[in-house]
């Protein structure tokens, strides 16, 4: 019986050693090619991410003229939550695996009350210019956090393009009255928020590796129900008497249900787990010049040149981020 010569038995033919150098060489092309075709899916959608959550703001500043702040907060988990419940049942999707569910509380604990409850008190005691300069930083921690937590290789052409465009979304937050209304309180509130934040969208992205970006946000809004149900039932019952909702601050709570505290973070999850927590966070960059853009078209907002500029030098460092990223290789079992 005779065997096959195997590939690297064959390769050592001079005859057909420069052949299959040839096809080592265009299988490592084809297979640099495709992991750069995934990168540039997940940025896609950590891009469509940041765009429903730009809508954010807009969405609240309408929402809390007919509802409490923190029903608001709460009252959109609980819609996010109803929603999930019923797309989990009908998918027939099983709990997560032991294994899954501390990052999966850690994410629920930045994402639903750390986040929005954190800023919320914030935001009574400081304008939100002020509190637009430390949240500015977001992307930024999200990397390092991305670093500690999941050990992600970045360059310091990475680290010097999130700082430069970290520093431009405060510099412009700062020229827009960010340096007034400074309270220490109110300071130590939006760094709280912003590390819940960033530590949850790292915890998140772990947990997205292993199952679909929109199950984790699924679970994540369900497991907060036995908390958000309850206590957004107290706060209507409590505040109710004060408030006289239009329909037009009804659907604003409803967007925000649906659009920021769910399907947002069915892209975001997804870009973060295809391009990489670090560099795929530091598009939410972006975000904060979205939401000056909405706020133009839906309240009448005045955007000037100075905000052009800034979203000029914010998109120049993005697009410096990810051109830092270098060479792309995937594992071998990949």
């Keep these: 019986m005779i065997e096959s010569p195997s590939r690297s038995s064959a390769c050592d033919s001079p005859n057909v050693r420069g052949y299959c150098g040839l096809a080592m060489t265009t299988d490592s092309s084809t297979t640099l090619t495709s992991s750069q075709a995934v990168v540039r899916a997940g940025l896609m959608w950590a891009f469509v991410g940041v765009l429903l959550f730009s809508f954010s703001v807009p969405m609240t500043k309408v929402a809390i003229g007919g509802f409490n702040p923190f029903f608001t907060a709460t009252g959109r988990a609980v819609i996010a939550g109803a929603i999930a419940v019923v797309v989990l049942l009908a998918r027939r999707v099983p709990f997560p695996d032991r294994q899954y569910l501390r990052p999966l509380i850690f994410t629920m604990m930045g994402a639903?009350?750390?986040?929005?409850?954190?800023?919320?008190?914030?935001?009574?005691?400081?304008?939100?210019?002020?509190?637009?300069v430390i949240s500015a930083f977001m992307p930024l921690t999200t990397a390092l956090f991305a670093v500690l937590?999941?050990?992600?290789?970045?360059?310091?052409?990475?680290?010097?393009?999130?700082?430069?465009?970290?520093?431009?979304?405060?510099?412009?937050?700062?020229?827009?009255?960010?340096?007034?209304?400074?309270?220490?309180?109110?300071?130590?509130?939006?760094?709280?928020?912003?590390?819940?934040?960033?530590?949850?969208?790292?915890?998140?992205?772990?947990?997205?590796?292993?199952?679909?970006?929109?199950?984790?946000?699924?679970?994540?809004?369900?497991?907060?129900?036995?908390?958000?149900?309850?206590?957004?039932?107290?706060?209507?019952?409590?505040?109710?008497?004060?408030?006289?909702?239009?329909?037009?601050?009804?659907?604003?709570?409803?967007?925000?249900?649906?659009?920021?505290?769910?399907?947002?973070?069915?892209?975001?999850?997804?870009?973060?787990?295809?391009?990489?927590?670090?560099?795929?966070?530091?598009?939410?960059?972006?975000q904060a010049l979205l939401t000056l853009m909405w706020s133009a078209l839906l309240l009448g907002e005045v955007v000037t040149w100075p905000t052009i500029a800034a979203a000029c030098v914010v998109i120049g460092c993005v697009v410096w981020a990810q051109r830092s990223r270098g060479i792309i290789t995937l594992a071998p079992e990949e």
């Design 112 to 132: 639903v009350w750390g986040w929005p409850i954190m800023l919320g008190f914030a935001l009574q005691r400081t304008t939100a210019a002020h509190a637009a």
């Design 149 to 286: 937590r999941s050990h992600e290789k970045v360059s310091k052409s990475f680290w010097l393009a999130a700082c430069a465009g970290s520093s431009a979304l405060a510099v412009f937050a700062l020229s827009r009255g960010g340096a007034e209304g400074g309270d220490l309180v109110a300071d130590l509130l939006v760094v709280g928020a912003v590390l819940s934040s960033s530590w949850c969208y790292v915890e998140g992205a772990e947990v997205s590796r292993a199952m679909p970006g929109w199950q984790v946000i699924s679970w994540v809004v369900v497991l907060a129900l036995p908390l958000t149900l309850p206590l957004s039932f107290v706060l209507w019952h409590v505040t109710s008497s004060s408030y006289t909702p239009t329909g037009l601050q009804w659907a604003a709570l409803i967007g925000l249900g649906v659009s920021s505290m769910y399907l947002g973070f069915f892209a975001w999850y997804r870009g973060l787990a295809m391009a990489g927590t670090a560099h795929g966070g530091q598009v939410q960059q972006l």
